[in-house]
């Protein structure tokens, strides 16, 4: 179990410091901050993060019983190891060949004005709320897959009264540096320009921390360390 914990905390990791997750708020937040409504975008940063926890986990917990029924769960975990190393391997070529094959393991350029103009939209709390179910389905291309490979794990290895805790814990890691970013930015502690010039400069450097982490991982599963 706490090898387990170990583990989501890696994985979790991974998807905190994923460039999508950042940039998305950022958008959110920016024409609300522009408008001078502080106390709106604080609640609306708010309710957008909950509503990205949320979704999260239910998705994870039905995965969870997805694998689990299915009798899956064991195949997925004996390519679990493999997927992980691939997902480690093509965070490094977006190090040190950003974009290169034409793809980025963010969020698809294609669907990026899209998933923008939605954003720039939202008014209110309310409406931060709601959009945060939308933008999950933009944003699991590129958050999915350490997600993934920590339910796989969970589904080959523990009952759903240990994979909940654990699915809680992964998630609320998963959505801290959105929480730092909020309350940096309603209490004036920085901008968004200056976040998202920090975001830019180091988005290599993220792609390499990412890819380190998840073969790390994937080598312990293949080592059946954890």
Partial sequence: MPRLFITATGAALVDSINPCAIAVLLILLTA????????????????????????????????????????????????????????GLLNFKDY??????????????????????????????????????VICLFELPCTGGPYLFMTGLLAQQVTQTLAIPILLYYNLLFVLPLIAIVVILCFGMSKTEEIEKWRTEN????????????????????????
């Fill in 32 to 87: 609300l901050l522009a408008a001078g409504e502080k106390t709106r975008a604080l609640k609306a940063g708010v309710a957008f993060i909950i509503s990205i926890y949320i979704v999260y986990f239910l998705f994870g917990l039905g995965l969870f019983h997805a694998l689990q029924i299915s009798g899956l769960s064991y195949w997925f975990y004996q390519i679990l190891g493999f997927f992980a190393i691939i997902i």
């Fill in 203 to 226: 988005i290599r450097l993220l792609h390499l921390i990412a890819g380190l982490i998840m073969i790390a991982l994937g080598v312990a599963v293949v080592l059946r360390v954890v």
């Fill in 96 to 133: 040190f060949w950003y974009g290169a094959g034409g793809f980025v393991m963010e969020i698809p350029r294609s669907w990026r004005p899209a998933m923008k103009k939605l954003l720039q939209s939202v008014t209110s709390p309310l409406g931060a709320f709601l959009m945060g179910f």
